[in-house]
């Protein structure tokens, strides 16, 4: 599984930014480090096909949603499939974020590699179906 | 507070540096409002260092319209530059320091390249963001995706903005676009930021655009001016569908008027892109929630229609010069509510201008009324 997301969260009103941030963006104070799982939903994307000097067309991109409400830009090498809501894993390769789309054989492997061994793979998936946690989560909420 | 006199270049493809079309559109206004010397001069220009090479602008275009003696601000909030600086000579008449203030704003883009032109407007996104490549049609085609997924606009919706802009254009002699699109040619254009299209986006423009403010009274009447703040990060929104930059800014400008949405006749809206007028249509309240777009196919917001929208032909074909366009929104309203709008002229005695800056970051409400 990827690695954890660098985050940064307001002890004021507990909003998580990404990447880290010295100060919230609502409030005058310093923001805490924060890990954050990196899996979420796409919130929404586009294909540029005239993207700025230094990058190829066609350049993807999507706004991520992570569990508990940062949202970050990620770079995709491609948009099919995609729909906004669709679960993805994001991934940071020398501090830029890459979104992959996640199928169902992805979520199952994802699933079962977090689960560990033995007997906690089949609590885990079990877990996982009652929670609905691939459902989506309210919004703006952390 | 009064708007004595307004003027304008001709938007467009221009062959003039960005003083004279500066000074073209102030000298307009000074003749129009009958006052040789302000009492103050307020200039907006959202990035003439990279543009044009030239700084200090204030000062520059004081001693260009021979009033290097009156003093002169410069005023910025990206791409509503305009109408700050609208605000700020407000704001100074209001506080009692001067009793006329002369406000003119201006871009010179059209003598660069295009991708160049997209990297200087592109400096007004969050840098971060800007580091992955993003673009003002960018993020725009991400909140148009998420207009269309959330509130089940429609790409036809969002055409018929264009071909609308596009028709009232044909009637003003002073837009960059003068000729019609169909809906077929609009939602057939290449695609920019998908599912953006290349004829849902304004063009780059050259132009300038003043006005002259004044305790005096005169025909029309600056209502109500507000201003609304949203993160420059778009990441760190919670709702692409909706600015709340918007919201606020019309929310400060109907309590200083006194009146709602419902006694506004005729609006300006900031179309840089075609899905943003329908957005901001109900971020003011001019249209009810989730009802732009079908008032839009059923000609509501067209010249004949219930409330004209963007009578001059909007971003989208009276074109965006920058900081001109939010003056030249209010220049359009003022011919308007003075029966001097030639060729596209409608009933009106209450008008609302909407100026978005940056991707909806720092953007305005004026509302203008019309003396009895």
Same mark, same amino acid.
């Given at each position: ?63 991520? @949603? ?46 079962? $590699? ?29 | ?47 003439? *260092? ?48 001067? $009793? ?23 400096? #007004? ?24 997924? $959330? ?32 809906? @077929? ?82 609006? @300006? ?10 957005? #901001?249509? *109900? ?28 009578? #001059? ?41 909407? #100026? ?17």
């Amino acid at each position: 599984m990827a690695e954890q997301l660098r985050a940064s969260r307001c002890p004021r009103c507990r909003r998580l930014v990404v990447p880290p941030a010295s100060i919230c963006p609502d409030h005058p104070v310093r923001m805490v480090a924060a890990l954050l799982p990196p899996l979420g939903e796409v919130v929404s994307f586009t294909t540029l096909h005239s993207p700025p000097e230094g990058f190829r067309a066609p350049l993807h991109l999507a706004l991520v @949603e992570l569990q508990g409400g940062a949202r970050l830009f990620c770079h995709g090498s491609a948009t099919e499939g995609v729909k906004i809501g669709s679960h993805v894993s994001v991934e940071a390769v020398d501090s830029v974020f890459y979104f992959s789309h996640m199928g169902f054989t992805d979520r199952a492997r994802l699933f079962w $590699r977090r689960a560990g061994a033995g007997g906690e793979r089949v609590a885990a998936i079990g877990k996982s179906v009652v929670k609905g946690m691939w459902n989506r989560r309210p919004r703006g909420e952390d | 507070m009064w708007i004595a006199g307004a003027g304008m270049t001709r938007f467009g493809r221009r062959d003039e540096n960005l003083q004279d079309l500066i000074a073209e559109a102030a000298l307009a206004a000074m003749h129009d409002a009958g006052i040789e010397r302000p009492d103050a001069l307020v200039v907006a220009a959202m990035n003439p *260092e990279e543009f044009t090479g030239e700084g200090n602008y204030g000062s520059l275009i004081a001693t260009r319209l021979g009033l290097s003696y009156v003093p002169a601000l410069r005023v910025e909030t990206a791409t509503s530059s305009g109408v700050a600086a609208v605000y700020a000579a407000f704001a100074a008449i209001a506080a009692g320091f001067h $009793r006329s203030v002369l406000v003119v704003g201006g871009e010179k883009m059209t003598h660069l390249a295009t991708p160049r032109v997209s990297e200087i407007i592109g400096r #007004s996104i969050d840098p971060h963001e800007k580091s992955y490549g993003t673009t003002m049609p960018a993020l725009a085609g991400l909140i148009t995706r998420a207009v269309m997924h $959330r509130r089940g606009l429609s790409l036809r919706e969002i055409s018929q903005v264009a071909v609308k802009n596009h028709a009232h254009g044909v009637r003003n002699p002073f837009a960059h676009f003068q000729e019609a699109v169909t809906l @077929e040619a609009v939602m057939e254009s290449r695609l920019v930021a998908d599912p953006l299209r290349l004829f849902h986006c304004c063009p780059i423009s050259d132009g300038g655009a003043a006005i002259l403010l004044t305790t005096d009274r005169r025909a029309v009447r600056v209502a109500g001016i507000g201003q609304g703040a949203d993160t420059i990060a778009v990441r760190y929104r919670t709702d692409l569908t909706s600015f709340r930059a918007t919201q606020a800014a019309a929310e400060a400008a109907y309590r200083m008027a006194g009146f709602g949405a419902a006694r506004v006749e005729v609006a @300006e809206i900031h179309d840089a892109f075609a899905p943003f007028e329908l957005i #901001s249509l *109900e971020d003011t309240g001019l249209v009810p929630a989730g009802k732009a777009g079908r008032a839009t196919l059923d000609g509501e917001t067209a010249i004949g229609g219930r409330l004209p929208v963007n009578t #001059s032909g909007g971003l989208k074909a009276r074109g965006h010069p920058l900081a001109a366009t939010g003056i030249s929104q209010i220049v359009e309203l003022f011919w308007q509510l003075t029966g001097r709008a030639d060729g596209r002229q409608v009933e009106a005695r209450v008008a609302l201008a909407q #100026s978005i800056g940056g991707l909806a970051t720092n953007n305005w409400v004026t509302l203008l009324e019309a003396r009895r």
